[in-house]
């Protein structure tokens, strides 16, 4: 299987199960196949496969983020789909820049193509990719651990090979224009417990994935109540029962992330600095509420 291929594959994987879907999990050497159960729980429920959630300010489908992405399908003179961060079209469309790039005769033009795949990699795919990754692992079941698992395979494979071809020993890709627009986490003392318990669910600014599974966990390891409905307001509800105990078990989280984050400095480049940055940040901020006692429960959550 070609690396075209084999990205074509693992955007498949990440789709709605069908009856054709297991030849694929073979064709990539996975023995366990999903069922739909299982892709529910993982990429409906948890952790969604779109970038924009993972790279917009809001934390959610859509936005800037997502616009952002529209616009570079458009400025490959493609029409984009009705999904364009989600990661399948995005894998997709990285397969056929990687044909692209080797089918091509013309020096000048293969050249073109390979920045345009490497645009696409470092801007829209390893900027969000190894940190949600991460959380696949923690999650997922077996099956999609392996895919998760050749994924990431895969785009160390890829950085790498920029990396070579650029003469350096390692990723060296500008910032990604997401992250560099990223804003902090909100402060509550300055803008509010509301704008700080939505940026505590926003992954670029605060550089932590909390799912509902987390919450949940949280929820039962320090005995507290976890209320049904939007993560927003179970975040909030568990901060209205046991503020210094929740900020607390966050900022170890925020640490423990901070840590991950770095570790991927070989295929983020710049980008594993920036998510272990906003980590380390959202704990130092957690440390202090945690201290001070500020108020972070915004009023409308009871």
């Known amino acids: 299987m070609s690396t075209a291929d084999a990205f074509r594959a693992l955007g498949v994987l990440c789709e709605p199960p069908e009856d054709g879907h297991a030849r694929v999990w073979e064709a990539l050497g996975l ?26 300010a809001e934390g959610m489908l859509g936005g800037e983020a997502r616009d952002r992405i529209a616009g570079f399908w458009r400025a490959l003179r493609l029409a984009p789909p009705g999904e364009p961060d989600h990661l399948a079209a995005l894998l997709g469309l990285y397969a056929s820049l990687l044909d692209r790039e080797a089918e091509e005769r013309d020096a000048a033009r293969r050249l073109l193509w390979r920045q345009a795949r490497a645009a696409l990699l470092h801007e829209h795919l390893v900027s969000w990719l190894p ?11 077996p099956a999609y ?13 890829e950085t790498a090979r920029d990396a070579a071809l650029a003469g350096s020993a390692s990723a060296s890709a500008p910032m990604s224009a997401h992250l560099r627009a990223a804003p902090a986490l909100p402060d509550p003392r300055r803008d ?19 799912t509902r599974a987390d919450l949940a966990r949280a929820a039962r390891d320090l005995g507290l109540g976890l209320r049904v409905g939007e993560r927003k307001f179970a975040l909030a509800a568990l901060l209205s029962q046991a503020p210094e105990a929740v900020l607390g078990r966050l900022a170890a989280e925020a640490r423990v992330c901070a840590a991950s984050h770095a570790a991927h400095a070989a295929v983020m480049g710049e980008a594993a600095r920036f998510w272990a940055d906003r980590a380390a940040a959202a704990a130092r901020l957690l440390d202090e509420l945690r201290a001070s006692a500020v108020e972070v429960v915004p009023a409308a959550s009871g």
């Open 31 to 56: 023995q366990d196949v999903p069922d739909a159960a299982e892709f529910t729980d993982l990429f409906v429920l948890h952790l969604y496969p779109y970038a924009s959630v993972y790279l917009g």
């Open 131 to 141: 940190p949600y990754l991460d959380r696949v692992a923690a999650l997922a079941p």
């Open 145 to 157: 651990r392996a895919w998760g698992g050749l994924l990431r395979a895969a785009l160390a494979e």
């Open 192 to 210: 509010g417990s509301q704008a700080f318990v939505t940026g505590l669910l926003a992954p670029v600014r605060c550089g932590m994935i909390l």
